[in-house]
């Protein structure tokens, strides 16, 4: 019964403060998204029930999950790693250990998400967030919870495996960190905002940049990076033109995920 009562008491306290997050979103997107707008739309209710039902949902259950599996990769990397390893990266300044734990995590967010347009099994679920056909701030929690929990996995895996990360509470704070910047970009880079920054955007992703990764026409399966271009360009997937796609979601005739690009 008490353990029941705890339960009902987080959850309570993590729907309250989603809450909160969605209320400031609203307050920053919604206007921003009425006077800058890439291209107006209408947003059926039904479209807008769902995204809110997922944004709560992909809020809760893909890092209640990966928190319990990063535990357990954790242990497994105390047990099989030197000492010396995580010894080292915790002896790293704050500053520092983080900036390296952002690149480290982005390159595992990026080769987990391209695998997901490559593997027809992870394309199943990652297909979800390409499905609306209308970019808004909101989208950036449109997915399958399985497809979140895959491509955290591939970005935090390799944290806990390094020694930048670890089951202690200090050693906690940094993958909270990833995933706390990772998700506020996320809503940005996902906002229907003509916004264009310039050089800036071979340093930093940006509106343009990820609608380009949403478009359903050709060039198809570019733009992997969620808030870092260069490995894209690194990667030969950049794709970033003047303008913007005409069309988004999935097109009829796309082509299967084992018939596409490298």
């Given at each position: ?39 107006k739309a ?51 300044p704050l ?46 929690t449109h ?120």
């Amino acid at each position: 019964m008490n353990q029941l009562l705890a339960y009902l008491i987080t959850f309570a306290v993590n729907a309250g403060r989603l809450s909160v997050w969605l209320v400031l979103l609203s307050l920053v997107f919604v206007p921003l998204e009425r006077w800058f707008a890439v291209r107006k739309a209408n947003l059926p209710r039904r479209a807008l029930a769902l995204n809110l039902g997922l944004y709560f949902l992909n809020s809760l259950l893909p890092a209640a999950i990966v928190g319990a599996l990063m535990s357990m990769v954790a242990l497994a990397a105390q047990a099989l790693l030197p000492a010396a390893l995580p010894a080292a990266m915790r002896a790293l300044p704050l500053a520092l250990k983080l900036a390296l734990s952002l690149l480290i995590a982005e390159v595992g967010f990026y080769w987990g998400h391209r695998l997901s347009h490559r593997w027809p099994w992870l394309w199943r679920y990652h297909s979800v967030h390409h499905q609306p056909a209308h970019l808004y701030f909101l989208i950036n929690t449109h997915a399958h919870p399985l497809d979140m929990i895959v491509t955290r996995m591939f970005g935090m895996t390799p944290l806990y495996v390094l020694g930048l990360a670890g089951a202690s509470a200090s050693g906690s704070a940094t993958p909270a960190l990833v995933i706390i910047i990772g998700t506020i970009w996320g809503f940005f880079i996902h906002s229907n905002l003509r916004v264009r920054l310039g050089p800036l955007e071979s340093l930093i992703a940006t509106p343009a940049f990820h609608h380009w990764h949403h478009t359903s026409v050709a060039p198809l399966d570019r733009n992997f990076s969620s808030t870092l271009p260069f490995l894209d360009r690194i990667f030969g997937t950049w794709h970033l033109p003047a303008g913007w796609p005409v069309a988004y979601g999935i097109a009829q005739a796309a082509p299967a995920p084992h018939e596409r690009q490298p």
